[in-house]
């Protein structure tokens, strides 16, 4: 969702907004349930779906020949993800194509769909910017803030979060979701219990995978090294 981490990684006047350090997780009435019961999940974050053109808001457009390419230039390190019992990802088209190419077979969940952008969707953050700039500005500034008619920041990390903890948790289970490099983002701000500003710091790159390890409520993040170890929880 939004711009590339690369791209914007502050709020108007180049200051970082001064938000609540409060994620969906401090929301009164989560329960965590299965406590104990382990279980690893492997972002894989889509190819990109093109390397020439402006990355958009809520894209969902293919992946390109460029994308394909890429596909299968790492597919030799990522197919042996295919061995993880349960296997996702996100209804976009390019999400979908990576999950396929991989061997995956993967499994489409609608909660794993990019944030809902309004009536941004399709355009790039300068596009954006240059039709409604106080509505972007506010946006950057305030992750509780919707001025798209979408979803905002604090409902988009939510979702994501929500879909990580109603796994099911079998003990050392593996599992595998294959997502646009945003949700990843979400995913990534969800399990630290970062401040939801913390969105705008982290880059995804297309292909990159990131593991989390634990049960609901309870998550760590998890570094493997340079490859792929799908078949240890």
Known sequence: MGAPADAVVTGPAGAVADVPSVTPLDRPGRAVEHRGMHVRVTFIAAARCSSLLAERFDDDRPLDQAGWDEVQLVAPALIPYAAAELRYCSPAPRS????????????????????????????????????????????????????????????????????????????GGRIVAVAEPSVVRAALVYVLRAPLATYWNIDVRPLSTTAVTGWAGRWNLRFDGAFPQPLRP
């Open 96 to 171: 979908r194509a990576t999950g396929d190419a991989l061997g995956l077979g993967p499994l489409v969940q609608l909660a794993l769909r990019d944030c809902d952008m309004g009536r941004w969707r399709g355009l790039t953050l300068g596009e954006a910017m240059a039709r409604e700039p106080a509505a972007v500005d506010a946006w950057l500034a305030d992750p509780r803030t919707a001025p798209h008619g979408g979803e905002s920041l604090l409902t988009f990390v939510g979702r994501v979060g929500e879909w990580l903890d109603t796994r099911p948790a079998d003990d």
